[in-house]
């Protein structure tokens, strides 16, 4: 069984290893501790299992998720994040993730989460599965972040913890235009004009930490 671990925090990889391991005695591990790292060991190979952060250096989780799942489809992955579920876990079980933890519950809830989903499941918490119902019951349009692509959301919150234009492009390794572009999509699809509107609706949401 081959698990791995994208997380920038060694000592976040070194804990989960060691409770996989302890449950999952067969289970090798690998790990990477930013996006590129972890999509050029993923890609091509074989896992059983993928365990993302969504909060890495380089592309956004979301984005390198999508890539993920439209390049090996087959290959689960198991979101785990310090953001809480009712901000980002709808959006990535909509990217294709086969299930979502808060890294505050992963101890308590991070074997079941793994044995279900190696199993072939896909596994939400009681309070995300309510949550996903009413998404489903909505005739309002939703907030106003979802309408955003992955990357588009990637940018907002880049945006909002106070990122330039140049600085968005060199992280993303795209151009200067391009995340103009994307910035302008933003604003439009956000019905704002300034990059502070759209980090006082980040922060107020949640979305970004203060």
């Known amino acids: 069984m081959r698990i791995f671990l994208a997380d920038d925090h060694g000592l976040v990889r070194g804990g989960l290893k060691l409770m996989l391991a302890e449950a999952l005695k067969d289970a090798t591990f690998g790990e990477a501790e930013d996006c590129r790292q972890t999509l050029e060991a993923t890609l091509g190979h074989h896992w059983d299992l993928v365990i993302l952060d969504l909060s890495m250096p380089g592309r956004g989780g979301l984005d390198v998720l999508k890539e993920l799942r439209a390049q090996q489809p087959k290959t689960p992955v198991l979101v785990l994040s310090m953001h809480a579920e009712k901000q980002f876990a709808v959006r990535a079980l909509r990217a294709g993730a086969a299930g979502y933890l808060t890294k505050a519950s992963a101890g308590t809830e991070l074997i079941k989460a793994v044995k279900h989903i190696l199993a072939g499941g896909r596994y939400v918490s009681a309070a995300l599965a309510e949550q996903l119902a009413a998404e489903l019951g909505r005739t309002d349009g939703g907030v106003l972040h979802e309408r955003l692509s992955a990357r588009e959301f990637e940018i907002l919150r880049m945006i909002a913890t106070g990122k330039t234009v140049k600085e968005i492009a060199y992280e993303m390794k795209l151009s200067h235009n391009t995340i ?30 203060e």
Do not use: F, G, P
Request: charged share 25%; glycine share 0%.
């Open 180 to 209: 103009s572009t994307y910035r302008t999509r933003v604003l439009e699809k956000m019905q704002m004009r300034t990059n502070a509107e759209l980090t006082h609706y980040a922060i107020s949401r949640k979305l970004v930490m």
